[in-house]
């Protein structure tokens, strides 16, 4: 007699692209949450145009940290909060996000009133154009204190740590 | 791994390499797609056309990719 099974297996190309889906909407998660956290003004965050851009740079491996910079209104960075992205061709098919461990990387973290944010991306040499998005440098943060984290997103595939400059 | 495609209202497909890996994936639809019609051969946003389109039918529960129109 034939088994038959009710379970269905995906391919290692569907997991991969679950994982990078996952990651893509989980890094705008976590910048929303910290958004909120830091009492500034989440409808400024450009989801689609950013979403777009995550999802192409992490499909091709392109992306290798998305950075939240907040800056006063004299453009001095007042915090930045990078999320690096680490990449694996194997690994378990799981979707995490550790909302405790961001809350612990924000504890230090004050609110910022009258500052602007942007997102910033580290992209890999020759990477892909995504519409909406432009060349540009992270200001300094010599002034400022880098604190480092754990993972705050894991999927398997590709894993999401976080550091803050405070 | 077949991948549909819309172009100038046509429908299109392309046989894609059979790989695991989507970067290398996304790169060959891409190279594909530029060779094959003049009118994508210098579109700058073709790459996040086929990233998302892949990602969308990989991802998920039907067994097709579908990149939609590409202009």
Redesign the interface.
């Known amino acids: 007699m034939a088994a038959v099974s009710g379970v269905y297996v995906r391919?290692?190309?569907?997991v991969?692209?679950?994982a990078?889906?996952y990651v893509a909407n989980e890094i705008s998660r976590v910048f929303l949450e910290t958004i909120n956290r830091i009492g500034l003004d989440v409808t400024q965050y450009q989801q689609p145009v950013i979403e777009?851009?995550l999802?192409?740079w992490v499909?091709?491996?392109?992306l290798e940290a998305a950075h939240l910079e907040v800056v006063d209104s004299s453009g001095t960075v007042r915090a930045r909060f990078d999320l690096g992205i680490t990449y694996s061709?194997f690994g378990e098919e799981i979707y995490d996000t550790d909302m405790d461990e961001l809350h612990l990387n924000l504890r230090y973290a004050q609110t910022y009133p009258g500052c602007s944010y942007r997102v910033v991306v580290t992209l890999t040499e020759g990477a892909?154009?995504?519409?909406g998005w432009g060349d540009t440098t992270l200001g300094s943060v010599d002034h400022l204190k880098q604190r480092i984290g754990g993972n705050v997103i894991n999927a398997g595939r590709a894993n999401v740590s976080m550091s803050t400059w405070l | 791994?077949v991948i549909h495609y819309m172009i100038e209202g046509n429908t299109d497909k392309i046989n894609a390499v059979d790989?695991?890996?989507?970067?290398e994936?996304?790169?060959f639809i891409e190279r594909e797609l530029r060779a094959k019609h003049s009118s994508l051969a210098n579109q700058?946003?073709l790459?996040?056309k086929v990233?998302?389109g892949?990602?969308n039918?990989?991802?998920g529960t039907e067994d097709r990719v579908d990149l939609g129109e590409l202009k």
Do not use: I, W, Y
């Open positions: 391919s290692n190309v569907q991969n692209a679950r990078f889906v777009v851009g999802r192409t499909t091709l491996h392109q061709s892909a154009k995504v519409k | 791994m790989t695991d890996d989507l970067a994936l996304c790169q700058p946003h790459t996040e990233a998302d892949l990602l039918g990989l991802a």
